[in-house]
């Protein structure tokens, strides 16, 4: 079973950081492209930044030049590295990944459970 667990969020105040990590596992013959995806209460789940697997990235308008997405593909993780963070970036941030199963031989995409980042004072 091919699972992403994510990891590193948490309470950091307006204008603090954060580095959020995504582990893929499992029967992983390949990754493509991978990505963080927000959702905040009573709003629907919004693009953060995607990556593929040559390090082109995209982000969504409201993080560029404070997010910065990146990768290890021989660890199966990617990271989010978040600065100059605002109460509106308080959102559950999950990651998304197109994985090849091993065992299948198929791709399918994915998506971890999510982790929270609260920005506050």
């Known amino acids: 079973q091919e699972l992403l667990v994510e990891s590193g969020g948490g309470l950091v105040q307006p204008g603090g950081s954060l580095r959020l990590s995504c582990a893929a596992s499992?029967?992983?013959?390949?990754?493509?492209?991978m990505g963080w995806y927000r959702q905040a209460p009573g709003k629907q789940r919004e693009l953060v930044a995607t990556i593929t697997r040559v390090d082109s990235t995209t982000y969504a308008d409201s993080v560029k030049g404070r997010f910065t997405i990146s990768r290890d593909n021989a660890k199966n993780t990617v990271y989010l590295q978040m600065n100059s963070l605002k109460p509106e970036d308080t959102a559950v941030y999950l990651c998304n990944a197109d994985m090849r199963s091993r065992w299948s031989g198929l791709w399918n995409n994915y998506w971890g459970q999510g982790t929270q980042v609260t920005v506050s004072s």
């Open positions: 499992g029967r992983i013959l390949s990754i493509n492209t």
